[in-house]
């Protein structure tokens, strides 16, 4: 079965061992805490050389796709690190603010699944911005496998985002968030239908400035918008837009009645 394996495509590969070597060494030296560490100017200089030099061998086998020199690329993409950085520290400074079970920022780096997701994300989507081909996907799903949480590296996601819990969130290549949004576990925000002639166009919806989505909300669409301010509930299904400060969700009731009067059990086959 190998052996049916383009042999070509396969040596235009970044090593996924290595790739995945690359991610940890890079957020371990962003936030030396995950590891208990106290970095001093010369370490953090030196080992910033050492993750430059492995992301020039990361984006060699991927040469002839990328278009320009890989030493060009990976330097772009350090210069850009301080900025990614600083959305960051906001990141976490957010989580601390908006859940009350959060103590301190090094809980929310060390502990918290969406700040990992968000981390990932950021970094990887500097690689896309830059034109690179395969490796920020594979950052994606190193995040994906050790949270659940699902973003694709071409998603645009702005400052100060939040993501509670988070398992479950999908969230589509062509997705555009807003500054200062919540997201819950379970949310997606996807296509209406895949067909491969719609690559490179927007397929999924834009999230304006302080949503809120609750747990289980789906939004689909390249024009759904959801409008800023507004206050998506659990298990909502949209595939239209929604104007600025509006609330949705879904009507729904509870029955509770005795169990013991109960001449007609409901009976559960699972």
Known sequence: MLQQI????CSQVPPVRQSHQFIDDLVHLLFP???N???KTEQIHT?????ESQL???LLPLQEKLGQDPKVMARQFFESIPAVYEMLVEDAHNFVESDPAANCLEEVVVAYPGFYALTIHRLAHLLVKQQTAFLPRVMSEVAHARTGIDIHPGAQIGRRCYIDHGTGIVIGETAVIGDDVKIYQGVTLG???VEKRLKHTKRHPTIEDRVILYAGSTILGKNTVIGHDTIIGGNVWLTDSVPPHSVVYRQQQSVVRDSRAETNPINYVI
Request: hydrophobic fraction near 50%; glycine fraction near 0%; aromatic fraction near 10%.
């Open 37 to 39: 560490r106290n970095l």
């Open 6 to 9: 383009d042999e070509s495509y």
């Open 33 to 35: 805490v995950m590891e």
């Open 47 to 51: 080992e910033l050389e050492a993750l």
């Open 191 to 193: 296509a209406t239908f």
């Open 56 to 58: 020039i061998n990361l």
